[in-house]
Nanobody, 118 residues
């Protein structure tokens, strides 16, 4: 059992920045990787970025490359998503998710709203 809690969402003007945090608790030792997903109104949930807890390998969606940075602090059991140069199209509910080795994402946070005004 893993619990994930996101924070850091809010309202920001286009071109601005936000830093999202995802705090993990419970059986965190079982986590292999964590990722960020987002879902905009009327659209399907989309992958944004992911990171491996062990070695810090990162992966990004094309929409996030060059603007977003995912990182982790294993000692704090926390994953971050630094979002720069935000655009109106980034407006969505952002979710933190975790998965175990060889498994798909199965643990999800409650989501945090990010609204970018143009």
């Amino acid at each position: 059992q893993v619990q994930l809690v996101e924070s850091g969402g809010g309202l920001v003007q286009a071109g601005g920045s936000l830093r999202l945090s995802c705090a993990a608790s419970g059986r965190t030792f079982s986590i292999y990787g964590l990722g960020w997903f987002r879902q905009a109104p009327g659209k399907e949930r989309a992958f944004v970025a992911a990171i491996t807890w062990s070695d810090g390998s990162t992966y990004y969606a094309d929409s996030a490359k060059g603007r977003f940075t995912i990182s982790r602090d294993n000692a704090k059991n926390t994953v971050y998503l630094q979002m720069n140069s935000l655009k109106a199209e980034d407006t969505a509910v952002y979710y933190c998710a975790a998965h175990r080795t060889g498994r798909s994402y199965e643990y999800w946070g409650q989501g945090t709203q990010v609204t970018v005004s143009s």
